[in-house]
């Protein structure tokens, strides 16, 4: 099949207080038409940065691409202006972020927010875009719509006010919709709504997805294909069974082992020893192995490279070691 | 397997835990919703609503339930930093419900919170060792050098690196500032600990690292958990009992395995059902709850997850289900309990 979306050697910094740093750096990995990609990792390994770069969003955080490209549809977004990249946004690829409340407005109803979304993206009148507006909130399951229309976010719940923010980014008919923690900050069942739902897009609407988390379970209920992250690297990359069935990174056997199992359960929990480095102290090698089980000499003094193997990826020299250990979950 | 620890925690049998630290009875905790203008009619958010409860010394109890169901208030309640509207509580065996502030401070160090948000809970700037020290001079313990001891040791105990005690919170990582409120709460040697979504906001390998410690502190100085958090797998690793709650209700009280792989309420069952797991292949039957958690200042008669449960029938709309055990480990609140 055909690819959406190809991330081809990313690089992104930031300036800061002490100097240039590298938030993500030679990142690489494609999408397909109506397939879910999963970018897993720690809180600060990149993710989030991976997803707004893909917007050109980043410019408006003093970030800057500072190599790479992005190829959607075959056209590479990194040297679009901000002008194009405006048309693009919504329409194409829209992007769902973490909090609903902060990206909701709280003094304007919700049909004036999905209004003003779809006519910001379509040439249609005010009673064609009240329609469609409507059959958006429908889509994403709510009910009692002409209310919810009228009505203040705070008014709605978390899961509401989530599945809100999904209606306006599927305002323009995106092809590609990006979700960032889309459902962190909610409870399991709502949780379970939002993936369904997400699930059903995609299929109803050949959508593509990338989702980004650090819940593996999520990963694994959603995901076609996985990317594994660490420190602004990718570190792994596979489909979804090939990354729970035999994890080639240390990195992602750890995290496979840190989630709470329902048998062993009055052992400890499984925790990778360390915390991640900060992006101005990476350490020499590969950047993972102060916390490796795996490490060895050479790992102290040369970074691995991301080396392909049947349709996955890993960067690691041990990684023949790793295999030949099974994760039990 | 590489390095799993091999420390495995001792379960205390059921019938051990016979001295209850924290008794609720009949609880409710209301909160005036302000009407419109000319409403004179006073209506009110029955955050909790008649909740009786036993914790008994050394468990963990674990309240799960959707957002709103009032977890947080309970808790809150339970150590009277809340008042309640209505009923009573009990600290080993003494009634607290009315007791004086200054009554009341001699009790509160006994009883110590953990925060959800590491950063926030924590003055951005005081130092590390004036943080953890705080419990210490607000309650004129220690000073001067005995202080400075006290606080090496908890740092250590936390597995916090003392020679770091001058530095400020923003310079440690989520992990590591949750470890922080993890030490003041335990300051004062506290024997019951509310720890409100302390871990939810961790990654899994930071959450794991913060719940050992947890349950190692447990073991070593005979803590009492009331833990409230939304991961349905930590609160199964953590927890003896769990307790699930649903506006202002709690619908079922048992055993965690018992309660996890059969439970009653058909509440639970469903909660239990859209629990993500790590395994791309078990594509279980979810049962998948239709809408939303009604307003809890107008809940619906009868039973309050009539408009959402998949048995209801008609006397479920309109004769409540009491708290009633089922089993001596177990009991729900439901007209049709599913074991
Ligand atoms: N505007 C910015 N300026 C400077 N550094 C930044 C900026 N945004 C992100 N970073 C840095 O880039 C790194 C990656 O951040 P990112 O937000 O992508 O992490 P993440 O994987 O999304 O983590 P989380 O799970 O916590 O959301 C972090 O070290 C972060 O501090
Ligand atoms: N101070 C307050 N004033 C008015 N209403 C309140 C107050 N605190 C809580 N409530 C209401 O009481 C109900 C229970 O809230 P609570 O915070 O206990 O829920 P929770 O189960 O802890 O939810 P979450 O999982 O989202 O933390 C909610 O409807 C909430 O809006
Ligand atoms: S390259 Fe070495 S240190 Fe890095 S993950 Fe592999 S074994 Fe560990
Ligand atoms: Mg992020
Ligand atoms: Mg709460």
Redesign the pocket.
Known sequence: MKELLQVKNLSVEFQSDAGKIRAIDDVSFNVKPGETVCIVGESGSGKSVTSLSVMRLLEYENGSIAGGEVLFENEDLVTKSQEEMRKIRGNDISIIFQEPMTALNPVFTIGRQLIEGIQQHQDVSKKEAWDRACELLRLVGLNDVPVRMKQYPHELSGGMRQRVMIAIALAGNPKLLIADEPTTALDVTIETQILNLLNELKEKINMSIILITHDMGVAAEVADKIVVMYAGKI?EQGTVYQIFDEPT???TKGLLQSIPSDTDKKDRLYSIKGTIPSLNDLPQ?????PR?????D???QSE?PLLQENDREV?????K??LKEKVKL | MTTKEETVHQDQHPLEKSNILIEAKNLKKYFPVKGGMFNRQKSFVKAVDDISLKIYEGETFSLVGESGSGKSTLGRALLRLQEPTDGSIFFEGQDITSLKKEEMRKIRHNMQVIYQDPFGSLNPRMKVTELIGEPFRINKIASGKELEKRVIELMELVGLDPSRRNRYPHEFSGGQRQRIGIARAIALNPKFILADEAVSALDVSVQAQVINLMKDLQRDLGLTYLFIAHGLNVVRHISDRVGVMYLGHLVEVGEVEELYKRPAHPYTSALISTNPTPNPRAKREKVILKGEIPSPSNPPSGCRFHTRCPLATDRCKTEAPKLVPISEERSVACHYPLV
């Not at chain 1, 490796?292 to 060895?296: H, M, R």
């Not at chain 1, 960067?315 to 990684?319: D, E, K, M, Q």
């Open positions: 570190v990174h240390p990195y090698g590969c950047r993972f192995h490796c089980e795996f490490a060895t050479k790992c102290l691995p960067a690691c020299w041990n990684f070691e790793v």
